[in-house]
Nanobody
Framework: QVQLVESGGGSVQAGGSLRLSCASSVYSSSRYSMAWFRRAPGKEREGVAAIHTDGRSSYADAVRGRFTISKDNAKKTLYLQMDSLKPEDTAMYYC??????????????????WGQGTQVTVSS
């Protein structure tokens, strides 16, 4: 069983930055693709960014150019650097992981393991 624990959320003004972290319990985390999702109030959960085991990454159109996903295999930690934050980025952010994706997918169904989430609030 993979356990994922997110941290780094908080409140920030528009234009500011935050860095989210997701610590994985899996020893061989380098073999797992990982991703960030978010759920805004009243909306469905959506994919934000994903990174494959081979280093390829993908981003949702809404965050491309502002967010950067990265992974430190030695620390078993996934990161999401969020810059130029906007009020519409306000959401609960979730980390997800699975060993089977062959691409950096942003589909929820492709990930079996999920964290509990960390709240990000961006004020105007």
């Amino acid at each position: 069983q993979v356990q994922l624990v997110e941290s780094g959320g908080g409140s920030v003004q528009a234009g500011g930055s935050l860095r989210l972290s997701c610590a994985s319990s899996v020893y061989s985390s380098s073999r797992y693709s990982m991703a960030w999702f978010r759920r805004a109030p009243g909306k469905e959960r959506e994919g934000v960014a994903a990174i494959h085991t081979d280093g390829r990454s993908s981003y949702a159109d809404a965050v491309r150019g502002r967010f950067t996903i990265s992974k430190d295999n030695a620390k078993k930690t996934l990161y999401l650097q969020m810059d130029s934050l906007k009020p519409e980025d306000t959401a609960m952010y979730y980390c997800a992981s699975d060993k089977f994706p062959t691409i950096p997918t942003l589909r929820e169904v492709d990930y079996a393991f999920w964290g509990q989430g960390t709240q990000v609030t961006v004020s105007s």
